[in-house]
């Protein structure tokens, strides 16, 4: 599976904090992958692999995620009741219209009533997206995702026969580009969606107010410098 970071630019269409796909406790829902090479030209090659980005990023109750650019960002979060820094993985995701139990309601898709997301997620389910993506080609297979636990997300992916982007692509290309235009402006704001970049004495200014604006920023440029683990296993 690729993990890559690039530069989109600075376009500042996404911004909204609440729109990234979450687990819905007690509920199955089924995603198709949607971010591959040839995606931001609307013609993903479906056989190569999905791309990810990630950051090391802490979160502070007064600032909200920030990345984690240095030991000073660390130190002074955890001392001032932040947590410290984690990294974090991004993708993207179509969420087809499913019921409860994860079953597409044919209905709603055909009116295009579909979300395209950026997934924000940890390094374990990283990892355990990967051993399924080894087994189920994640541009020929969906995934169903159950979630047991809606405020930590917990989750059991499952995959699925075929995959909906796939078939939109061979059997309904106006339906496959709306879903790749919604996906342009997802990966144009990704970075954006993972965590603010401020300098350190933008940090410190943030706690000094107490104001939390988590998605006043713009062009983020996130470091590769301490993501070691999972960047040493995909990329190396």
Not at 11 to 28: H, P
Not at 144 to 152: A, E, F, K, L, T
Not at 188 to 212: H, V, Y
Request: charged residues 30%; glycine residues 8%.
């Amino acid at each position: 599976m690729g993990f890559e970071e690039f530069d989109m630019g600075n376009d500042n269409k996404y911004t909204s904090k609440n729109m990234r796909y979450k687990g819905r406790e007690g509920e199955t829902d089924r995603l198709s992958f949607v971010w591959f090479e040839g995606t931001v030209d609307g013609s993903p090659d479906l056989e190569t692999a999905p791309k990810f980005i990630g950051a090391q990023r802490l979160y502070h109750p007064e600032v909200g995620y920030v990345i984690d650019d240095g030991p000073e960002f660390n130190k002074i979060s955890v001392a001032t009741g932040g947590r410290p820094s984690k990294l974090a993985v991004a993708t993207v995701v179509v969420q087809w219209p499913t019921d409860r139990n994860g079953q597409i309601e044919k209905s709603r898709l055909s009116k295009g009533d579909f979300s395209v997301l950026p997934w924000i997620f940890s390094k374990d389910k990283y990892q355990s997206l990967k051993k399924t993506h080894s087994k189920f080609h994640f541009g020929a297979h969906d995934i169903s995702v159950d979630c047991s636990d809606g405020q930590y997300q917990k989750m059991t992916f499952t995959p699925e026969r075929d995959n909906l982007l796939s078939l939109f692509l061979k059997k309904n290309p106006e339906m496959a580009e709306k879903v790749l235009a919604q996906t342009q402006e997802v990966i144009n704001g990704i970075r954006r969606s993972i965590a603010q970049e401020l300098t350190l004495d933008e940090f410190k200014e943030r706690l000094g107010r107490g104001e939390s604006k988590p998605d006043s920023f713009e062009g983020m440029n996130v470091s590769e410098s301490d993501i070691t683990d999972v960047m040493d296993d995909i990329l190396g």
